[in-house]
């Protein structure tokens, strides 16, 4: 039995907006309108200018709530700056905070996004995190500055970086931890490594699985060979998404456990010759 609200609806209206990035004009849309109308008339659609004071009042209420938290965390706020630059040459610089808060509870927000005149020079990027530093009033609380991008740039911008802020910050172990490189990044690349290096591996692994999964036939006999051998394992074969490394992972993660279990059925399926321990012995194809 709830009543209707006009200002509640509004504001329903703004974080629908802002959440699916639907275009402003989006409340002129007869469609739209034609929606609105159906589940109560007496709603007002508000003109493109008045959504847009909407949206940015839900902005101004958020940044407020977060200056709270941020004036009253107990520790610092680490900052991950993102560069990206459009199709049309427009260079953007993010800055993303994190912190936590007096209840331990880690926070990751979006502080800036803004446009610089050129995000791959040296001194916008400083000066980018030296006006948000000012904006957000967090000048002496900084901890780290982590970038990810890639890594023959990163030299450069740290250096400067902390050049540029060491004067007006009180900067924590003198600076030496205060710019690091992306954990994420440097794991992401090592794993890239990795899967190269055993590709051929991979591959009859991946080929293996997906001869196992064509027929429920198949399937079937793999698991009466698996407790044959008695593999303790509760694991499902799983393929893997090419693109993502932590899916070959967990991909090669359950099928060591049926390593044997490969074997076996190579000598029982002619049709089958992709197992892996099968191969021959191959420096570019190392064995798992
Ligand atoms: C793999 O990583 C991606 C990107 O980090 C993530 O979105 C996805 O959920 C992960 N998949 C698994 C199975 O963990």
């Not at 911008?157 to 205060?178: C, E, I, P, V």
């Not at 698996?226 to 359950?254: F, R």
């Not at 490969?262 to 570019?284: H, K, Q, V």
Request: hydrophobic share 40%; aromatic share 8%; net charge negative.
């Amino acid at each position: 039995n709830a009543t209707f609200d006009q200002d509640r609806s509004s504001s329903h209206l703004a974080k629908l907006i802002i959440l699916h990035d639907y275009p402003l004009h989006v409340v002129q849309q007869p469609a739209f309108t034609a929606f609105t109308e159906s589940l109560q008339p007496r709603f007002r659609v508000a003109d493109v200018e008045t959504m847009e004071a909407e949206v940015y009042g839900v902005y101004q209420k958020e940044k407020n709530n977060l200056m709270q938290a941020l004036n009253t965390m107990p520790g610092r706020i680490s900052l991950t700056i993102g560069l990206w630059t459009t199709s049309q040459t427009l260079g953007y610089v993010s800055i993303a905070g994190q912190f936590i808060d007096t209840d331990w509870k880690v926070h990751r927000r979006m502080l800036n996004f803004m446009m610089v005149s050129s995000p791959h020079s040296e001194n916008a990027l400083g000066e980018a995190i030296s006006s948000s530093l000012t904006d957000w009033n967090m000048k002496d609380k900084l901890f780290t500055v982590t970038l990810d991008n890639d890594c023959s740039s990163h030299d450069i911008y740290s250096a400067n970086l902390r050049d540029h802020l060491s004067n007006k910050n009180n900067l924590m172990l003198k600076g030496q931890l205060f710019v690091v490189r992306c954990y994420a990044n440097i794991l992401n690349a090592v794993a890239h490594d990795v899967i190269a290096s055993i590709h051929g591996v991979i591959y009859s692994i991946r080929e293996s699985i997906k001869f196992i999964k064509a027929s429920s036939a198949r399937e079937q006999k793999f698991a009466e060979i698996a407790l044959q051998l008695e593999i303790p394992s509760t694991k499902t074969l799983c393929l893997d998404v090419t693109t993502q490394w932590n899916t070959t992972y967990l991909m090669l993660l359950a099928a060591l456990d049926y390593r044997q279990a490969f074997t076996t059925l190579e000598t029982c399926d002619d049709n089958y010759n992709e197992s892996p321990s099968g191969r021959s012995p191959d420096a570019s194809h190392p064995r798992l």
